[in-house]
């Protein structure tokens, strides 16, 4: 089983490959591993690995990498939200354009259905919501990324009924905790107020606490994929893109959290300083969905977000919180 | 006011054009009449009317139609549900990249904000269905032609919201009584064994009759299209995308209404041959909609079928049924 990885040098993608490597599915024969910046191999790997560039937005290139007949893409690539919005090209040439060259290439290629389990994103929907979204909540993004992803499930789901590929998608919650450094996008703090006093370090608190959200760690969305990669996709019906389970939790919920883990004197190294114009983007966030059907196909997320940070813990700090007081 | 019509040869097009001219808007100035095949300008108009040829397929054609700046645009030139199903890269070609070209032409002009009308369908959901679909129901087309309109639909919304057009998509029922000769449409059924009749000829009914479906006529087309050009836009709010008024009938009910304009004898010229395949096409197909947010902005559709069979009648055929016995 030969699985492509695009994206594969982002947060999500790298963990994927990882994972992969140290705990290869049955059948693993080789790995191509692509992005933009060539992505840096795991070491340690039972089967050959490519680790190349690729530029989702480039057609040919696109289509010289599924020449080689992957039996498995993850496709992670994509531009992200702010820069989808600040660059209205770029964003459709590389979320939609993209998308579709690698659809399309597979289309291109005779006696050729692999799997393709497509990132998608609860940035799908829009405000105004329901206290919990439905299975069957219309989509009506409210950014140009959250529109891109969109026409990519709705091609994902009509070429899969064509028979040119076998397609998943897979709305993941916004991940948390991310590791490395705080990015700029709106939604970092839910991450930088947990990662960063866990690190000894301040972290900005740019809403109030009652503001409430959707959530899986990291780990968590490894296991999606990797689900995705195992399940039997007949099971799914035509329906192809899946609102993934999370965890609903508030600001002051994930600080409670934070103070269990790592006590007073962590949560003290969050500063609050309300930012109106987060807060109005935050404001049209989903809170809460219904995600019984992708429950109900095997995904699952965590449950508390003591496991959130406990998995951060684990995964990020080798296991023990450095600067407990 | 510039108003510009794709796809003007076809039937609603035609209807569309004819109306503006003998009940001109106020402030028309000009009327521009564009399809694959060249339209028959109606005559008597009190405005310049260019009818010419626009493959939407063609993006520099389009460009140079748009480079004139129409004040409104209506977009209906479409490959129709059969044919993109039959020819999955001119449906694409039609019915996605057209509807992006010619958004992405208004877009490259500066100073330039436009009208657009999007003739979208029914077709953009897909079974299974509540017994009302909601106003709130998720798109999940069964059709490569409602992928492309549900695609169309979504960046009709982002291109409205990032202010490149003023955008509104219309999700019409399925027209009844269509005018004209019997097609191969699998919904052709529902016009022809009214339309046939009515016309002293014989129509053949595949289905049994408590297949429900939901309506409107050519005239409540035509009326829903002539709103989006007067209403105020702004009303609606980001959720450009609006599913239209119909009604939810029977084709008992159908049958019924026949015979109450034209008799046993019309009712007895339906020939009843069960076709599996079309029953089984039609029984993935909605029976009813909530359509209270475009009630509430004005949008009418007719409340029983006699005044769908009358409209046709009226419109079509002089104000009598000739073959009633």
Redesign the interface.
Known sequence: MHILITGAAGMLGAKLARSLVTDPPEGLSRLTLLDVAAPQPPVGAPVPIVASTLDVADPSAVAARIAKRPDVVFHLAAVVSGEAEAD?DKGYAVNFDGTRALFDSIRALPDYRPRVVFASSIAVF?APFPETIP????????T?YG?QK??GE??L??YT??GFLDGIGLRLPTICVRPGRPNKAASGFFSNIIREPLAGKEAVLPVEEDVRHWFASPRAAVGFLRHALAMDLEAIG??RNLTLPGLSATVGEQIEALRRAAGDEAVARIRREPDPVIAGIVAGWATRFDAGRAEGLGFRAERTFDEIVAAHVEDELGGTVGARG
Chains 1, 2 share one sequence.
């Open positions: 209205f829009g299975e069957e909540f219309h989509l009506t993004p409210l140009s529109t969109a026409m709705l091609m789901a009509d009924r064509r035509p329906r």
